[in-house]
């Protein structure tokens, strides 16, 4: 069981995307970085205010896919953006897919310039899934200096030592509601 850690610089509910039954992290970092974690690991994204560390969305791993899968997946159609659509809609996570062996990426709001996000994201090309989530967005929860420790670099980090992971976690795992608690902060 792994936590990784990463600081979120923004939170538009585009990365991760915290509509509907599940959270789903398919584009920026963890995903450019090539984070190994696996199905029963957690993810945590922190956002650096002028009062400290504040949480704005944990999440377990509860299902983990490549792009193309995902995409054609009958859960995940929903998650597929429209560009002129509601807000939610626009934050669509779901717009890469193989033709003819290669990638192509539907038209998006958020990446759009073929150019400056395509390589990075289809590197790895990995959707973290979760039906077991915490998105607090603009409701985000300060993160106890107990935990300091778990703040990464500048890149995510998940070497965590195991006791504080555990505590963490079970500490996460007593706050209710679960699931998307408000909008993104940066909405």
Not at 42 to 60: E, P
Not at 106 to 126: G, L, P, Q
Request: charged fraction near 30%.
């Amino acid at each position: 069981m792994q936590l990784c850690t990463y600081i979120m610089t923004y939170d538009y509910g585009f990365a991760p995307n915290p509509y509907g039954n599940y959270c789903t992290l398919a584009a920026c970092t963890p995903n450019y970085r090539g984070i190994k974690v696996e199905v029963g690991d957690y993810m945590c994204g922190l956002y650096n205010d002028t009062n400290g560390y504040k949480i704005i969305y944990f999440m377990k791993i509860t299902d983990k896919l490549g792009y193309h899968e995902y995409y054609m997946d009958k859960r995940f159609q929903y998650k597929k953006p429209k560009v002129m659509g509601t807000y939610q809609q626009k934050c669509g996570d779901n717009y890469y897919h193989k033709e003819n062996g290669e990638w192509v990426r539907d038209k998006n709001y958020w990446h759009s310039d073929v150019s400056e996000y395509f390589e990075k994201e289809t590197r790895y090309a990995i959707v973290f899934i979760s039906n077991d989530f915490y998105y607090f967005g603009k409701d985000k929860i300060d993160l106890p200096k107990r935990y300091s420790a778990l703040i990464p670099g500048r890149s995510p980090k998940r070497n965590h030592d195991q006791k504080l992971v555990e505590d963490f976690i079970n500490w996460m795992e007593s706050k209710t509601p679960k699931g998307k608690i408000d909008e993104p902060l940066h909405k």
